[in-house]
């Protein structure tokens, strides 16, 4: 059975740090693309960062970009989103999503992250 589990959101103050993992069951890692989505309240679901299947290329959004930074480890078959210098317009409920080039896709439950003073 396919499963993403996230972890590592919380309450953090502005300007505060958080590390997200999203450790995967039941696929085989090294083929998929990882990818960072999150949903703030009222807003449409976002694509924050992506990352090849090898880790060699990444892409993050423009509005996170120099804060946040997407890794993987393949042998542990996890990805990993480091949030730095966080601010509250990044609040929003965090997923994880797994894609391969045959059209598997596979999401997480979310985890949320909420910054306020």
């Known amino acids: 059975q396919v499963q993403l589990v996230e972890s590592g959101g919380g309450l953090v103050q502005p300007g505060g740090s958080l590390r997200l993992s999203c450790e995967t069951f039941g696929i085989t890692f090294n083929r998929y693309v990882m990818r960072w989505f999150r949903q703030a309240p009222g807003k449409e679901r976002e694509l924050v960062a992506s990352?090849?299947?090898?880790?060699?290329?990444?892409n993050i959004a423009d509005s996170v970009k120099g804060r946040f930074t997407i890794s993987r480890d393949n042998a542990k078959n996890m990805a990993f989103l480091q949030m730095n210098n966080l601010n509250s317009e990044d609040t929003a409920v965090y997923y994880c999503?797994?894609?391969?080039?045959?059209?598997?896709?596979?999401w997480g439950h979310g985890t949320q992250v909420t910054v306020s003073s």
């Open positions: 990352i090849t299947p090898r880790g060699d290329i990444t």
């Open positions: 999503n797994a894609l391969n080039v045959l059209g598997g896709l596979h």
